[in-house]
């Protein structure tokens, strides 16, 4: 489960931003439905979901990426070269913060253990890297590393609470790669939860060049194909089944750059079409490609098989542009199985960017879900809650929105011709 997510001077986030997921005690509207209890003493109940609202180029997307880019950093860094530049992008706008690291930091729950995790970063070295866990309720600073820039030196600190080959692990770790990533490759056992929840418990979905094919594998095993056609009926995508044909990819339509391995490979492993099939009225059955369907429902398909596995195995799904080639009852199909306990049975949370403004009056949200992210007047991101105006219970919230009520919303001017 996560509980909050920080970023700093990363690309058009210049100033922390935060978003949480703890649910507000003042608003009990939804309550049950909406929040999930963490099991973990002293925590607020965690909401399941969250809407992320604003114009395009305020850093919505940019949002997702840092947490990406925070993700790919713990699973990745351990095979960074010696001398290897890190590929980090801070807040370009400002010289003061163009030299200055980027700072990433997640408060989650792993193994009904709640741990704090985060590390600050520039173009050359890790500056410095932090882990606090509460076993029992109780912060226990596991490790902690720092770069002097004055004296160039890196000053390390361990806590008693953390144990084995410690000198061992702190070695291994290049100035480029963080501690976390290279003790794990080593075989450490008690940092695999804290790596294990960036690994296997945070899914990321990007708004463009999605890839379909995590669906597709899904659909290779009969249980898997019966899943996604559950899926697709259930949001009025009426099939009949799914068929996979393989296709051959000759090797005259492939980039003559691609490296010989991945060529082979690719022609190896050849490519799926996806078929719908659809009933006739005499009562067989007639197959359309997937690319001869509406946008909608590749958009759909493409959805059905990352939902399906979030919902199974209780993962954090964030999803940038949720409503891209979607009717907006659609969306509220998607964010109801994340919001339906009976259906969501492991604690699964969705938090999604959207321009779908329809969702903000129904009874789906609760206030403390609502999320903008808006520029400064130094063309940097603000991220801030729907909670800050503190709107009435029966406020209409996207009339409210849409009249620059709450911000967030782009300044459209004129064009002479």
């Known amino acids: 489960m996560l509980i909050e997510f920080s970023a700093t001077n990363y690309r058009s986030i210049r100033d922390t ?18 929040c999930m209890d963490t099991a973990v003493a002293g925590l607020p ?22 947490l990406a880019f925070m993700q790919s950093f713990v699973l990745l860094s351990h095979a ?39 590390f600050a ?17 109780k912060a226990q600073r596991w490790y902690e590393r720092s770069f002097d ?7 390390w600190y361990f806590g008693s609470k953390l144990g084995g080959r410690r000198q061992v692990w702190r070695d291994a770790t290049r100035k480029n790669a963080l501690f976390l990533s290279a003790a794990i490759q080593l075989n450490n056992e ?56 393989k296709i051959a990819i000759p090797h005259e339509s492939l980039p003559p750059e691609l490296p010989l391995p991945i060529r082979e490979q690719i022609m190896r492993d ?5 078929l719908l099939q659809n009933k006739t009225e005499d009562g067989g059955l007639c197959a359309f490609d997937l690319s001869d369907e509406s946008n909608g429902t590749r958009q759909l398909f493409l959805y059905a098989g990352p939902l399906l596995d979030v919902l199974e195995k209780g993962r954090v799904f964030f999803v940038d542009e949720l409503d891209t080639s979607l009717h907006p009852l659609m969306v509220r199909f ?67 929105y849409l009249q620059g009520r709450y911000g967030a919303l782009p300044y459209i001017g004129e064009m002479r011709f």
Not at 21 to 33: F, G, I, N, Q, V
Request: proline share 4%; with cysteine.
């Open 17 to 34: 931003q935060t978003l949480s997921m703890a649910a507000s005690k003042y608003y009990t509207d939804l309550a049950d439905e909406n």
């Open 121 to 137: 970063v520039n173009r050359e070295r890790v500056t410095h890297e932090w882990l606090f866990a509460y076993p029992e309720g």
């Open 334 to 400: 998607l964010i109801g199985l994340i919001q339906n306990p009976s259906i969501n049975r492991h604690n699964a949370q969705l938090i999604f960017t959207t321009h779908d403004t329809s969702v903000l009056d129904t009874d789906i949200f609760r206030r403390d879900q609502v999320w903008f992210v808006e520029k400064d007047t130094h063309q940097a991101s603000r991220l801030y809650p729907l909670s800050d105006f503190s709107p009435r219970k029966h406020e209409a919230l996207e009339k409210g």
């Open 190 to 245: 008690q940092l695999k939860p804290v790596f294990s929840w960036f690994q296997n418990r945070l899914a990321i979905l990007p708004g463009t060049g999605i890839n379909i094919s995590f669906t597709i594998n899904q659909c290779e095993t009969e249980a898997g194909r019966q899943r996604v056609m559950e899926f697709m009926n259930a949001a009025d995508i009426g099939i009949a089944g799914i068929d996979l044909k």
């Open 270 to 274: 050849g490519a799926h079409q996806v």
């Open 45 to 66: 109940r965690l909401l399941r979901s969250a809407v992320i609202y604003g114009p395009n180029a305020a850093g919505k997307s940019n949002l997702l990426k840092a």
């Open 80 to 118: 960074h070269q010696e001398g290897a530049l890190i590929n980090v992008a801070p807040f370009a706008l400002a010289e003061v913060t163009r030299n200055q690291p980027a700072t990433f930091e997640c408060f989650f729950i792993q193994d009904s253990i709640r741990y704090q995790f985060g």
């Open 149 to 155: 820039e004055a004296s160039g030196k890196e000053e």
